[in-house]
Nanobody, 118 residues
Framework: QVQLVESGGGLVQAGGSLRLSCAAS????????MAWFRQAPGKERELVGR???????SYADSVKGRFTISRDFAKNTVYLQMNSLKLEDTAVYYC????????????WGRGTQVTVSS
């Protein structure tokens, strides 16, 4: 079973940047699609964005233009670069993996906390 480990979270001031990493224990067909989700206190988990294969990306409207997802196959790692952070970006961020855009994400990391302060 592939394992995902997120890192890079922390406390940052509004307007600042953070880069999250999600390291997969191995590269398999189950990691073809990698996504970032987030869950703020009292709110449902939401999809932040995803990357399919080597380049196709899509983002939630709330982060479009501020967040960028990329991946390094050599390191089995996916990144979430977050710029111009807002207070409402505060959440636990999770990465997830799926073999296909049509299949639910079954592999999840444990999450990393991102807190944006004023």
């Amino acid at each position: 079973q592939v394992q995902l480990v997120e890192s890079g979270g922390g406390l940052v001031q509004a307007g600042g940047s953070l880069r999250l990493s999600c390291a997969a224990s191995e590269r398999t067909l189950n990691t073809q699609v990698m996504a970032w989700f987030r869950q703020a206190p009292g709110k449902e988990r939401e999809l932040v964005g995803r990357i399919i294969g080597s380049g196709g990306t899509s983002y939630a409207d709330s982060v479009k233009g501020r967040f960028t997802i990329s991946r390094d196959f050599a390191k089995n790692t996916v990144y979430l670069q977050m710029n111009s952070l807002k207070l409402e970006d505060t959440a636990v961020y999770y990465c997830a993996a799926s073999p296909s855009p049509l299949i639910a994400y079954k592999i999840w990391g444990r999450g990393t906390q991102v807190t944006v302060s004023s």
